[in-house]
């Protein structure tokens, strides 16, 4: 069998999902008559019966799809849509809704300012939601991925499956254990919310080639100056964050990250260390490897 969806005036389709009670559901842009293009959930049977359409956003906006769709369990959908209220369709927001099979609103999260949509949506081996897509921010087009648990709150980033116990005081970001994540045996040594608060996540850890240092968000703001020294207190580098003429250290504008460049580093370990513009300075360890 083939179908033309027999409501609206034109509309889009993006991605479809199959049940196992035999329905399907398609993430669309639908035009009704002559009220603005907005984002649908279509629901069909493998007869190609239609059995509904639900609009995600009602007719509110001026104009707006969806494109992504992730079936979750037997009775949730994650979608991936856009939308606008600008005539000139130049701005607009991407978002991700969370709905049951008959597009009731759950939840929602706003992803990024931009007039374009996810273009898919997943479910991770760690059953977590992952929305990808091709955005031009900053005057750049780049590629976004969202990790999210079904709440649709950040999730930690594993690139393999991991077991570990821990008795660190805040989680494990990565599979890369920080070297400030040390053995606690007494309530005394915890480290306090200020010495938390003051040390530089490092990723990779070990590192070989290029490392991010993520600052802390208590660093102030403007540049700040970085300097890394070896076991024995040598100075191994110093420079300010961006400067042009050190093509070593180079400023990324997501996370809070800085950039730098190991090429020629002995392998061993090192102390990095960054001054704010107010002088306070933050630290944080890191391991060479050749």
Known sequence: WHLKWPIGAGGFAGRSVFTQYGMIYNASHLKISNLPKVPYLLKFNNYGEVINQYAL????????GAKSLLLFGDTTMFIGLTWTN???????FCEIYKTDTVGNLLSQRLILDDERAPTSIIKSFDNKVLAIGTFHVDSNWDIYMWKMNENLEDDTLYTQPITYDSLCPYEIQSDTVALDCDLFVNID??????QYESSIKISP????DWVGLTLPNVV?????????YDVFGREMERGRQGD?????????????MVLLNLSGYPAGMYVVVVTDREGRRYTGKLVVNI
């Open 86 to 92: 600008d005539p000139t369709l130049f701005t607009g």
């Open 57 to 64: 956003m009602g007719d509110s906006i001026y104009n707006g």
């Open 189 to 194: 040594e915890l480290p306090t919310q200020e």
């Open 220 to 228: 102030a703001a403007g540049k700040v100056e970085i300097a890394v």
């Open 205 to 208: 850890n070990p590192a070989s």
């Open 244 to 256: 042009k003429e050190r093509e070593r250290i180079k400023e990324i504008s997501v996370n809070r």
